[in-house]
């Protein structure tokens, strides 16, 4: 190999390494398994509104394991998927579940109204409690799960949201200690959960 190309693909080559590093990383980082100790540093106080318009803060699920997940009614696949793989994890959980919360907070509060709220979570889990607020209330949410959302305009003045993914899996004193790996089967998914409850 001529010596010039060498010294073209040596950057790119550590370049490539580094990103396997990164997602190596960020995969080990945010297994359940993989993550005994609870961190103060995600999460963190709140103060919205549910579904049947009552006001609700963080304090609402501490004292058990709960998740709290980021999305929007208008979500065309995400949102309703997680939302239902949530509801399957829940059922699989079976009696050790009865106490399981869920914080489902939107991150479009301009269309999502408690009204919408409850009309959208009617088809999901019941131990889903929608939340809404004020665009500062929300996106003080937001800030202090270190969750993402953003706007972006559509046709004809319409829009759709981009969001964190992920399902918080929150300890009693409202700290994270983990992300829901729904990308295994529900029961495997509730036998992992079970062990944080």
């Known amino acids: 190999m001529p010596q010039a190309l060498r010294r073209a693909l040596l950057p790119l080559a550590a370049f490539v390494l580094g ?29 919205l509104v549910d579904q049947d318009g009552k006001p609700v803060t963080e304090k609402a699920f501490a004292g058990a394991t709960h998740l709290v997940f980021f999305g929007f009614t208008h979500c065309p696949d995400v949102c309703p998927t997680t ?5 399957d994890v829940l059922a699989a959980l079976g009696p050790r579940g009865k106490g399981m919360r869920v914080a489902f907070i939107t991150v479009d509060p301009e269309r999502d109204t408690p009204e919408s709220l ?16 004020t665009p500062e209330q929300v996106a003080a949410a937001v800030k202090n799960y270190r969750a993402y959302a953003r706007k972006v305009p559509g046709k004809e003045g319409d829009y759709t949201m981009e969001h964190t993914a992920l399902v918080y899996v929150m300890d009693g004193q409202n700290r994270f200690i983990g992300a829901l790996n729904l990308m295994r089967p529900a029961d495997e998914t509730a036998a992992e959960l079970a062990k944080r409850i």
């Open 118 to 133: 409850k009309t959208y979570l009617s088809s999901f889990d019941p131990r889903i409690t929608g939340l809404t607020g």
């Open 83 to 87: 939302l239902q793989q949530i509801s």
């Open 19 to 47: 990103l396997v590093g990164l997602a190596g990383a960020a995969v080990y980082a945010f297994l359940p398994e993989r993550a005994p100790q609870a961190t103060a540093s995600v999460g963190g106080p709140f103060s």
